[in-house]
């Protein structure tokens, strides 16, 4: 492609997805360790349905953030509140104090993504629908996507992305 030429919102959208990748691969860490933290110290049982099913016995708790969910609502409440001071300690500020830090990160990041391929579906001739409509392997065709297209963009961006390492979404 060496008679692309980039516009200005194709550079413009590229540089704010590398700058929301770079957020999330910042928050992650800080969060996922405080809320591994608040797990391993308060032993969360599973919430008393899960239980009742069959899925899990009453000397389980919860042990992976990802698991928090299956908490009894009141628990719930609990760790949120935990994480919410934990938040504050770690100096991670959120528009609303119900707001977890990489949640908002990630979904900054869903949206930039979306708007990268928007503004380069003239050049790929991709669409955002097209890639989520396209099957069991959607989200894969998406990350593939944007990466592709950020590593078509780096060279123009102000910051010079131009390492071939163009994290996947």
Excluded at 97 to 126: F, H, Q, R, W
Aim: charged content about 25%.
């Amino acid at each position: 492609m060496k008679q692309f030429k980039p516009t200005r919102d194709m550079i413009k959208v590229s540089e704010t997805v590398f700058e929301c990748m770079a957020s999330v691969e910042t928050i992650n860490p800080i969060v996922r360790g405080y809320q591994q933290k608040i797990l391993d110290y308060e032993k969360y049982c599973y919430d008393k349905k899960w239980i009742e099913r069959g899925l899990h016995t009453y000397q389980e708790w919860i042990s992976d953030p990802e698991h928090a969910y299956l908490m009894s609502d009141a628990d719930f409440t609990h760790y949120l509140k935990r994480c919410n001071e934990e938040r504050k300690k770690a100096n991670l500020h959120v528009r609303d104090e119900n707001y977890c830090p990489l949640l908002t990160a990630e979904n900054l990041l869903t949206k930039a993504n979306k708007l990268l391929i928007d503004v380069m579906e003239p050049i790929a001739g991709l669409s955002y629908d097209m890639l989520l409509g396209s099957g069991g392997k959607c989200l894969e065709n998406l990350a593939e996507a944007v990466s592709l297209n950020l590593r078509l963009l780096a060279p123009y961006c102000k910051n010079r992305y131009t390492s071939c390492e163009v994290p996947h979404a």
